[in-house]
């Protein structure tokens, strides 16, 4: 697998997670209580935990995988739980930093050239 769609992998991870830890700040209104953050961030963590441990034999593979942490983020912010979906992501990029951080900073510098992409659009 080569090292720029690797990279360009990642990039789409970054547009994937990005939407729900700008959403973080709403209001409570799904009722979540200390046991559902804490739960969905165990989700985020054990995402990140099959992402980083599992060999990719292509960049399609490695997308799918994505799209199914994705997925799994999504049934919190999905259901109104906006303080659940933050912590899934906080707990994602937080295992994603720990374990493996070359990872993580390829991740964070293509989120943070997507980001400076679309303002200049």
Not at 35 to 41: M, N, Q, R, S
């Amino acid at each position: 697998m080569n090292i720029k769609n690797i990279i360009a992998s990642l990039g789409i991870a970054s547009l994937l997670i990005m939407p729900a830890a700008c959403g973080g700040n709403k209001e409570n209104k799904g009722g979540e209580n200390a046991a559902d953050i804490e739960a969905a961030a165990m989700e985020g963590r054990e995402a990140a935990r099959i992402f980083l441990n599992r060999p990719w034999r292509d960049t399609i593979e490695l997308q799918r995988q994505l799209l199914e942490a994705r997925a799994k983020q999504s049934k919190f912010s999905g259901a109104g739980k906006q303080q659940s979906a933050a912590a899934f992501d906080s707990a994602f990029v937080s295992t994603l930093k720990t374990v493996n951080p070359s990872v993580a900073r390829e991740l964070e510098e293509a989120a943070e050239a997507m980001k400076q992409e679309a303002g200049d659009k």
